[in-house]
């Protein structure tokens, strides 16, 4: 589903972010990276969905031959490719469901999107998404009012709406208290589970890894140092 071969990534100001990264990520899994503050993990994440252009190596998503510099093939990458922030990244003026019908704005023409028109069948599959994480009663609610828990939900049914092949989750409950971390984490693995979607989340700790995670990759100054089965991964990953 997804190969790295030979990856590297150079930043701009000359800081190698990835060395020689050669991974396959099968269809299906729940991958779990695992590292330091500043280990390579959004780098690496990034580089999925063309967000971080890699320097040097060969990169394939399902039947995409990444190439940062095709602007086509990185749109035709990103309509396959749902990515969840830390941060959640919504437009938290407006209601959630508009948040989530922003997952549908690939099928939708902008001046349709700007003035709010969307097809019934997306406003379907939007509800359908919000339903998947449980929080389709707080479809008309604005986004800024619900808690970072939710809000975190309005992120994944943003991204479900988007019908995608591959989640990519950047640190998505490092923000949130230990609870609602367990809980979000549980949606990701429901969802991966139930819909087959190759999902693949940084954390800082393998703990949460343990619980809901096939795979582990553990990373170390850009390089993976670390690849096995979650049973096998000990506290040095
Ligand atoms: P992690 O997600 O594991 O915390 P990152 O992938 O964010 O790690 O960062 C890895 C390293 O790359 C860090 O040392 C970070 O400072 C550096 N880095 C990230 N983005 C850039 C950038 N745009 N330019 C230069 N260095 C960067
Ligand atoms: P996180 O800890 O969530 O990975 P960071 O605070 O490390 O986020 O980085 C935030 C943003 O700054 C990212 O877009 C990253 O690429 C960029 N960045 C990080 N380190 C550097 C750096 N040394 N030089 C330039 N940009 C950087």
Known sequence: MIT?????????????????VNLQIN??????IVGLSGAGKSTLIRTV??????TSGTLTVGDVVVDPRSKAKLRRLRSRVGMIFQSFNLVTRVSVLNNVLVGR????PTWRSLLGWYR???KELAFQSLERVGIVDKAYMRAASLSGGQQQRV???RVLAQDPEVILADEPVASLDPPTAHKVMRDLRRIQQELGITTIVNMHHLDLARSYADRVIGMRAGEVVFDGPVEEATDEV
């Open 120 to 122: 019934a069948e997306d």
């Open 155 to 157: 992120a994944i049914a």
């Open 105 to 108: 704005s690939a099928e939708t």
């Open 4 to 20: 790295f071969e030979n990856i590297d990534v150079v930043y701009p100001n000359g800081f190698k972010g990835l060395s020689n």
């Open 49 to 54: 969905n063309g967000l971080v252009p890699f």
């Open 27 to 32: 269809k299906g899994e729940f991958v779990a």
